[in-house]
């Protein structure tokens, strides 16, 4: 049996032509096939920002789904101020935080462990070979550190909005960077007094 189409008429076609800006619009009249052509133009991309921030697929997934059911529920509150995609990258940068706190929560609720570093190691430990390549050094950094490595040096943020958006200090979102940096000339095999 064939995939049978979500729609038959042609008022949003599933070429490129339609602009993200018409799609925002008719989403925003409660068009459901335009908001499904932008959810295929920019999935991907809010995929990526997610799997760099989670370090875990299977959560990166998750949160896309999350980041769209928040964009269908604010999209009448975008203004168009800025672009779209701006204002969905704000969004999933501001979920995914938002999920990490609250899954911090959950966690120290359910279960103590004295030496969290214990888990790192033995994940390393499972990793064929004896260098890892990058991702996997980034994967393997502390939650903390490899949120402001990535929201700075993949992003592009800056400490105070990186401060602002993980409610820290501008120095304390200064020292994870600098751990980050630290962590990955070491995990890397790389000079600690070179520069990363």
């Known amino acids: 049996m064939g995939a049978v189409p979500l729609w038959s008429d042609d008022r949003v076609s599933s070429g490129a032509a339609e602009s993200i800006e018409f799609l925002v619009c008719e989403a925003q009249s409660g068009d459901v096939r335009a908001f499904e052509m932008l959810y295929r133009r920019t999935s991907d991309r809010v995929y990526s920002v997610c799997l760099r921030m989670s370090a875990d697929p299977e959560q990166a ?106 409610g820290t200090s501008r120095t304390v979102a200064y020292g994870q960077w600098e751990y980050a940096k630290a962590w990955l000339r070491c995990d890397l095999g790389g000079d600690s007094s070179s520069n990363f």
């Not at 990258?89 to 911090?104: G, K, P």
């Open 61 to 166: 997934t998750e949160l896309v789904q999350d980041v769209f059911v928040r964009v269908w529920e604010k999209l009448a509150s975008f203004r168009g101020d800025s672009q779209f995609t701006t204002w969905l990258h704000r969004l999933t940068i501001n979920l995914v935080l938002q999920e990490r706190r609250s899954r911090a929560r959950r966690e120290a609720r359910e279960f103590g462990c004295a030496d969290l570093d214990h888990f790192g190691r033995e994940a390393r430990r499972s990793m064929p070979g004896t260098r890892v390549d990058l991702e996997r050094a980034i994967a393997a950094l502390p939650d903390k550190a490899r949120r402001v490595l990535v929201l700075r040096d993949v992003e592009g943020y800056k400490y105070d909005e990186i401060a602002q958006m993980t």
